[in-house]
């Protein structure tokens, strides 16, 4: 017998090749999986989310009904909603709140006095792939609070998140009670990059939750 070959004719080289990428092959299938992710932070709600929604409640904050509103700088925020394993949410809708750029909100209990031609709340439906995107203002602080932006979740009748989106370097972070009492991991998952562009400032916040 050939010295050089298994009694059934594969190789000892081969044989043993196909013996070590085995384990190999076995674990590059284990890679791809979905990876296990950590649900987005959540925050309070706040005093400020809409008594009523507004009849203009789309994602342009920026158009109220025929008003437009320049008195801010224009901002894209986008980003997807996955569940845990990091597969979109089909027929998610996010929500957004935020005050004008002099600090108030569309609400009685701040007197309602937002501009008239900002929306200050809007929403979208995701879409196939667990997008969203909103025309909004860069965030501003207001007295006791620093720069931020609310956001809700829904999917049907279940409320899936409610978290407060904040700006990276934004120099009344320090100083805000909640984004001080969060764990150095939920500030990072809730605090974003605002990024000058051609068309205003964008900001991309994704969001991961236990559907």
Same mark, same amino acid.
């Given at each position: 017998m050939n010295p050089t070959h298994h009694p059934r004719g594969l190789p000892r080289r081969a044989l043993s090749a196909a013996i070590v990428a !085995? @384990?190999?092959?076995?674990? #590059?299938?284990?890679? =791809?999986?979905?990876?296990?992710?950590?649900?987005? @932070?959540? =925050?309070? +709600?706040?005093? %400020?989310?809409?008594?009523?929604?507004?009849?203009?409640?789309?994602?342009d904050l !920026?158009?109220?009904?025929?008003?437009?509103?320049?008195?801010? +700088? @224009?901002?894209?925020? /986008?980003?997807?909603?996955? /569940?845990?394993?990091?597969?979109?949410?089909?027929?998610?809708? *996010? +929500?957004?709140? =935020?005050?004008?750029a002099q600090g108030h909100y569309h609400h @009685? #209990?701040? #007197?309602?006095?937002?501009?008239?031609? %900002? =929306?200050? %709340?809007?929403? *979208?439906?995701?879409d196939a792939q667990g997008r969203?995107? %909103?025309?909004?203002?860069?965030? *501003?602080?207001y007295s006791g609070r620093t720069a931020h932006i609310?956001?809700?979740?829904?999917?049907g009748t279940r409320e899936l998140l409610t978290t407060q989106l904040y700006v990276a370097g934004a120099p009344g972070n320090a100083r805000d009670f909640l984004w001080r009492s969060m764990s150095e991991e939920a500030r990072a998952a809730l605090t974003v990059p605002f990024e000058k562009g051609a068309d205003g400032w964008k900001a991309s916040f994704p969001i991961s939750v236990q559907a």
């Open positions: !085995l @384990p190999a092959l076995w674990l #590059g299938a284990r890679a =791809q999986a979905p990876t296990a992710r950590r649900a987005t @932070p959540t =925050q309070t +709600e706040g005093p %400020f989310y809409p008594v009523a929604l507004p009849a203009d409640s789309d994602n !920026l158009r109220n009904g025929t008003l437009t509103y320049a008195a801010a +700088e @224009p901002t894209w925020v /986008d980003g997807t909603v996955t /569940d845990l394993d990091g597969r979109p949410l089909a027929g998610a809708l *996010v +929500e957004i709140w =935020q005050c004008d @009685p #209990g701040d #007197g309602d006095r937002a501009d008239r031609a %900002f =929306q200050g %709340f809007g929403k *979208v439906a995701v969203y995107r %909103f025309r909004t203002i860069r965030p *501003v602080a609310h956001v809700k979740v829904k999917l």
